[in-house]
């Protein structure tokens, strides 16, 4: 998911909604915007859909009035999936004895079921099947006089991975895990602030990028200013490293560098570790072209760009079910022809998940007439579902956790398939001596099962860690 939300600016429901579609890309089920103004209170709009198709009208942004607004764009990780009921979109609003607050929530909570058990049986009505909306219920229940106090009491329950914006009438908060997985960032806009999942929501509204929000910490911003608190015990930060490889924009600045160039040094390992003789190196776009500039650099094939994609349709994998993405590979890209008849073609995709993208491609390559299809692949074989907010699927449906890398490559029908390795990963987001195997310095659990946060949910359910 993606959230936003500022304070001290005119028009603070326009410049999220703004934001909010620079962050289109970690969700596009859904989107909700809460703004508050001192005259007309707490408003609200949540709605399926982009946010281009529903937070640009006037008539809708006119019932959003007030200089403070937060927002959220959806893909749902937990509780029901797509589109199937508006009260799963965030944010969420409560109305305490001190007055309202709304909080958007990105990442998983791993005790939600725990949790939504012990507070129903003690007396809460939930409205949705999400996960995040135990933090209201958690802070109704705390006995602190004030909102960030009972927020941290809330947060202080909670287990797994959540970067949160809220606002109250006067503040807006941000809030960061004490293992820093999902990302959120603070920009300054003027005399007013922002926070952002990422940086290239802070562009759009012309915001400067102030600092990234610490793992552990949340900042209380008034007009007065921002301070810093620390609610929770310390802890090594273990940061999503799939944010750098495929979930970020590639324009965003995560960990103090591009995203963009993090990508063209992964390809560039990836060159290191798996070369091979081919004719040109073509991306699976988009998620695939910085890794393939990087590979093509690094081994001197030339850069093609073999398979062209609809600009018109959003990521397959966020088509939630599993006859909508099959269809989608085709909807979405097509092969140059031209380009490809008679070459050995390298193609460089970030990841194979259930291999859906990958065999359809190849079927496209080799239809057009190419004579050897290599698959180059940016991250380490997906073998493990993530608990964390990233969709992946049960382990059974990922093909990684199944077949070794030789048995994907017959399974594909390839010439060749290979996967970075994870210490090359490691090294291309700047590690360089790769991957610390006591303190890993990233989550990295879909690709080494090594769970940051045990996913008690799961492991209830009956998951095998
Ligand atoms: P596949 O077709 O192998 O199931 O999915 C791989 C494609 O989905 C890749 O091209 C990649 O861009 C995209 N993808 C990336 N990350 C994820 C993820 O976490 N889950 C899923 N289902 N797809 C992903
Ligand atoms: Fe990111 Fe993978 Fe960890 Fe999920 S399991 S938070 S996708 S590194
Ligand atoms: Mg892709």
Not at 218 to 236: D, Y
Not at 452 to 457: G, L
Request: aromatic share 8%.
């Amino acid at each position: 998911c993606g959230i936003f939300g500022t304070i001290g600016v005119a028009e603070a429901a326009n410049f999220t909604a703004l934001g909010l579609h620079a962050l289109q890309h970690r969700g596009q089920e859904a989107g909700g915007i809460v703004a508050y103004s001192p005259d007309s209170g707490f408003n609200s709009v949540r709605r399926f859909g982009y946010v281009r198709d529903n937070f640009t009208s006037q008539k809708v942004m006119e019932t959003l009035p007030g200089q403070l607004a937060i927002g959220h764009v959806r893909y749902s990780t937990s509780g029901n999936k797509g589109q199937t009921a508006i009260r799963d979109v965030q944010p969420f609003f409560g109305e305490f004895s001190m007055g309202g607050a709304a909080i958007a929530h990105n990442g998983n909570i791993t005790n939600a079921d725990e949790l939504r058990r012990e507070l129903i049986e003690r007396g809460s009505i939930f409205q949705s099947s999400s996960d995040s909306e135990c933090i209201i219920h958690l802070m109704a229940r705390s006995l602190q006089k004030n909102i960030p106090e009972r927020m941290k009491d809330a947060l202080r329950r909670v287990e797994g991975a959540f970067s949160v914006v809220a606002m109250t009438r006067t503040k807006l908060i941000g809030v960061r895990d004490p293992l820093g997985v999902r990302p959120l960032v603070l920009g300054k806009i003027g005399d007013g602030w922002a926070l952002a999942s990422e940086t290239c929501a802070l562009d759009i509204i012309g915001a400067d990028f102030v600092r990234e929000i610490e793992p552990g910490e949340m900042v209380v911003i008034t007009r007065e200013g921002v301070e810093s608190h620390r609610p929770f015990a310390q802890a090594k930060s273990r940061f999503c490293i799939f944010e750098h490889v495929y979930f970020s924009r590639p324009d965003s600045i995560l960990g103090g560098t591009s995203v963009y160039e993090t990508r063209r040094q992964i390809g560039v390992e990836l060159a290191r570790e798996t070369p091979v003789d081919a004719d040109i190196v073509c991306p699976v776009p988009d998620s695939g072209t910085p890794a393939a500039i990087g590979y093509s650099a690094e081994s001197g094939i030339p850069f093609a760009l073999g398979i062209v994609r609809n600009q018109y349709v959003g990521r397959t994998f966020i088509e939630p079910t599993e006859q909508i993405r099959n269809m989608g590979v085709r909807l979405k890209l097509n092969v140059n022809r031209a380009l490809i008849k008679g070459k050995r073609v390298v193609l460089v995709d970030d990841s194979v998940v259930r291999g859906t993208t990958s065999r359809k491609i190849k079927e496209m390559i080799l239809d057009a007439g190419a004579t050897e299809v290599h698959f180059r692949i940016a991250s380490p074989p997906t073998s493990w579902p993530c608990f964390y907010g990233v969709d992946t699927p049960e382990r059974d449906k990922l093909l990684a956790s199944s077949m070794s890398e030789d048995e994907m490559c017959e399974h594909l029908g390839v010439d060749s398939l290979r996967f970075i390795s994870l210490d090359g990963l490691y090294r291309a987001v700047g590690e360089a001596k790769g991957r610390d195997p006591n303190t890993p310095q990233y989550c990295d659990a879909c690709f080494s099962g090594d769970y940051p946060v045990r996913p008690a949910d799961m492991v209830a359910r009956g998951f095998e860690l």
